[in-house]
């Protein structure tokens, strides 16, 4: 909308909502206990499911079949037990019992089980019903209010998922190599895996933009793997992590019905496309985005941006999580190496891509004949940042990038950061060698990211965001994998990096 403020989400009944919304004809975010009950016993839904994120980022799974409405009205009111220490790597197993209470706007009817069944993501709860302050979903929902109760503004995201479709070799309508951006069937194979993914998510209540092939397209030894990608759409980072985690969830599942296999991991072969998970921000307060001001980008969104970059190193804890993530950062590969931002710019860390800003009538010039009223055009800024990969953890990367932007709305210097570290040019083209070696860099390595997440991690467990406990466990994950100067011992050794990227194929 002109003014800013953010059009309203396609209606909740429309053919492809929510199966549960379409039924009850209400939006997710008002499901009741009882709206669930009604649905479960309408549609003879026999297993309800309740899915929670495990330490390693994955759903998990609880099977609860159905045994009537009192039964019913137990597991949604009350939640079930389940073993923390083997969900959650720093759980003490001496008292590692917690609750997972259903979050009921979050079901969706699960589209592959064969026995008639409902999901509902849970929250992780303590012996004393609190919420367990250590649990992903709830450090995301922390930096959210932290955000909001200093800044008054509300941070939404959505993920770009770029993935790979691993399937037996077909000879027919070839592709050539890092040319398979946007192609189309039949030169692309898997176009109707990632539409039935599409449908799927949406009909889950995920909020899709789109999907596309991707640039990545390898031929050898008797298999394929071909790129694609889905876009999603902005919603508050609570949702948004939710989102991300549904989608990898249902990627994968789509890839077990159609006989491939679907890989999120940041490196599949040297000298080809890895996977990012790009992740697009925007600064709401009540209702209205924050990101532009007079056609051009707002002081907010530069103060944000100065945060994303400030935090930069020590958020690739979080967004980069393998040794492979660090063979995908690295020059000339689209994937970001160094610490600077820019408008459109692909080889920055931080990109503003095309907001519909200072536009004509598109629509009217490529159809002359067109005479209705066109709406105007809606404040779609976003900033994309651009170095985190599939191996993320989605929950903890969107709490870190809450915690930057409200950072960098807070910092002193912030638009003199944003000033500092701005490039309108390719860092990479040899004519500008001088500005790149003054920039500072991302790190080369887990065990890089460690150290720099040592350093920043105060700013982290402010107000109780990061716990000291979670911040603990992601130093010694990263430490653990023992990468200091990996890229250096694996050159020229074809056969080792092959190993290790067959290794953290399945990440997360």
């Known amino acids: ?16 909502a929510n199966k549960i919304s379409r039924f009850l004809g209400k939006p997710a975010a008002d499901f009741t ?79 592959f089980c064969d026995i008639p069944a ?61 040319k398979g951006y ?38 050898g030894d008797g298999r394929d793997m071909e790129q694609h990608e889905i876009e999603l759409l902005p919603v508050p980072a609570e949702d948004a992590a939710d989102h991300v985690a549904i989608a990898m969830w249902m990627l994968r599942m789509m890839g077990r019905k159609h006989g491939v296999t679907i890989t999120f991991a940041p490196k599949i072969l040297a000298g080809h496309a ?8 925007r600064l709401v307060r009540n209702g209205r985005a924050m990101m532009t001001e007079e056609n051009r980008l707002s002081d907010t969104a530069r103060k944000a941006i100065a945060g994303y970059l400030t935090l930069a190193p020590s958020l690739t804890a979080f967004g980069n999580t393998v ?7 690295v020059p000339h590969q689209e994937a970001p190496t160094h610490i600077c931002w820019g408008d459109r710019n692909r080889s920055v860390l931080v990109r503003v891509p095309l907001g519909w800003l200072n536009v004509a009538d598109m629509a009217r010039d ?9 709406p105007a055009p809606a404040d779609n800024q976003t900033v994309e940042i651009r170095c985190p990969d599939g191996s993320a953890n989605i929950y903890l990367l969107l709490a870190g990038l809450a915690v930057a932007a409200r950072h960098g709305l807070e910092m002193e210097d912030s638009l003199q950061v944003a000033d500092r570290l701005y490039v309108d040019v390719n860092i990479f083209a040899p004519e500008h060698k001088e500005l790149q070696q003054g920039l500072p860099h991302l790190p080369a390595s887990c065990w890089e990211s460690a150290e720099l997440l040592l350093k920043q991690r105060d700013i982290y467990q402010r107000d ?28 020229g050794r074809e056969d080792e990096t092959r190993r290790l990227i067959d290794e953290y194929l399945y990440c997360p």
């Open 274 to 281: 890895g996977n990012g998970l790009h992740i697009h921000t």
């Open 464 to 491: 109780g965001v990061f716990s000291p406990t979670v911040i603990d466990e992601a130093v010694a994950k990263l430490k653990s994998y023992e990468d200091r100067d990996l890229s250096q011992r694996l050159h």
């Open 33 to 111: 206990r009882q709206d669930l009950v009604k649905f479960i016993e309408a549609n003879d839904i026999q297993v309800l499911n309740f899915r929670h994120i495990g330490g390693d980022g994955r759903l998990k799974t609880l099977n609860l079949p159905v045994a009537g409405r009192a039964d019913l009205d137990r597991l949604l009111s009350m939640g079930e037990r389940v073993d923390g220490s083997s969900l959650l790597p720093y759980i003490d197993a001496a008292s590692s019992d917690l609750y997972v209470v259903p979050r009921y706007g979050s079901a969706y009817v699960n589209p």
């Open 1 to 16: 909308m002109a003014d800013g403020r953010i059009p309203p989400m396609k209606d909740v009944v429309g053919a492809n």
């Open 366 to 374: 490529a159809n002359p004949r067109e005479s209705g009223e066109s």
């Open 182 to 219: 946007h192609e189309s069937s039949p030169f692309c194979k898997w176009e109707r895996l990632r539409c039935e993914a599409m449908v799927a998510l949406s009909q889950a209540g995920v909020a899709v933009k789109y999907g596309h092939s991707e640039v990545g397209n390898i031929s």
């Open 118 to 178: 409902v999901d509902v993501l849970c929250s992780y709860y303590s012996s004393e019903g609190k919420r367990l302050p250590s649990a992903p979903e709830n450090i995301v929902r922390k930096a959210q209010e932290a955000l909001r109760n200093s800044t008054g503004l509300t941070l939404e995201a959505m993920g770009e998922l770029e993935y790979y479709v691993i399937h037996d070799s077909q000879q027919t309508y070839p592709v050539k190599a890092q």
């Open 323 to 329: 040794p492979t993530s660090y063979l995908r950062l």
